[in-house]
């Protein structure tokens, strides 16, 4: 299958997970929300497992993936909290700034450099950022800049942003001592697994209330297991990066989502800002 069209798929499957998610949280808490998020997809990929070849696996596997689980739970959570708090047109594009930060993690982690093409990179998703909220700049030229910093759903994503440049580089060690598809279909479940527990303690419990909402419970796992597929299918087909770039349009998929389907505003500035943040991740990741 074209990779080109795996990565749009996997785009758009995560967007609607994000969109499915979202919908979820105005009667759900971002604690069952975040679990629901990974333990619903994890019966999908774990039919992956009997079909592929079980790795030899060595330390650096469990040691990344040790390192790994509390960044992640951490990230799902304020990711959660984030769509909950501000609009999807409004958080979703701050996952662009992920591959700026990892110029520095990955420098950091794996010893690369930081080059001009990475400069102009940043800059371009800054300048994404920053016309977010072009329109308050009636207020101040900064005041864009102050406009993010009041958005806590803007804030916590930044965070995911920085912690999804530090997982990245975790992940990517674990598919060198594993493969990319034993990947795809245990960590999901592992995962499931150890979030389970923070769950019951911050739901004293109960999880009874997940009953009514198994509907969008299970849409949820279903596009959350489908985005993993399809990314993990498209990078063993092309390198990385590309399929990573053409991932990034889930920005727009999800900005689309907010505009029809959460009646979002001032959706053109968005698009314009997510486009460049976009242009600004195809030039950190392809050149």
């Known amino acids: 299958m074209n990779w080109l069209f795996l990565s749009l798929l996997c785009a758009f ?28 997809a994890a019966p999908f990929v774990l039919l992956i497992l009997p079909f592929i070849e079980i790795p ?14 509390p960044l992640e739970i951490t990230a799902l959570v304020l990711y959660m909290k984030a769509i909950k708090a501000s609009p999807l047109s409004l958080t979703l594009p701050f996952l662009a700034l992920s591959p700026a930060f990892m110029i520095f993690t990955s420098n950091l982690i794996l010893g690369e450099k930081l080059d001009s093409y990475g400069i102009i990179g940043i800059s371009l998703t800054t300048i994404g950022a920053y016309l977010l909220h072009v329109k308050t700049t009636r207020k101040g030229i900064l005041e864009p800049f102050k406009a993010i910093r009041r958005e806590r759903g803007s804030v916590y994503m930044i965070i995911v942003a920085f912690i999804y440049s530090i997982t990245s580089n975790l992940g990517k060690m674990a598919v ?21 527990p923070i769950l019951l303690w911050k739901r004293h419990g109960k999880v009874k209330q997940a009953v009514p909402h198994i509907t969008l419970f299970i849409l949820i796992g279903l596009s959350m297991a489908l985005a993993t597929v399809t990314h993990f299918l498209a990078v063993n087909i092309v390198e990385v990066p590309y399929a990573i770039s053409v991932k990034r349009t889930s920005l727009l998929f999800g900005i ?32």
């Open 256 to 287: 689309m989502y907010g505009a029809f389907w959460f009646k979002e505003t001032n959706i053109r500035e968005r698009l314009i800002g997510s486009t460049i943040m976009i242009i600004g991740v195809v030039v950190i990741t392809l050149f």
């Open 176 to 196: 060198l001592h594993s493969s990319s598809l034993f990947f795809a279909s245990t960590y999901l479940p592992i995962l499931t697994l150890i979030v389970l």
């Open 56 to 69: 030899a696996l060595d330390r650096y596997f469990f040691l990344a993936i040790l390192i790994l689980i």
């Open 13 to 40: 499957f995560a967007a609607t997970t994000d969109a499915f998610c979202k919908k979820s949280l105005t009667e759900s808490n971002e604690y069952l929300v975040a679990w629901v998020r990974v333990a619903f």
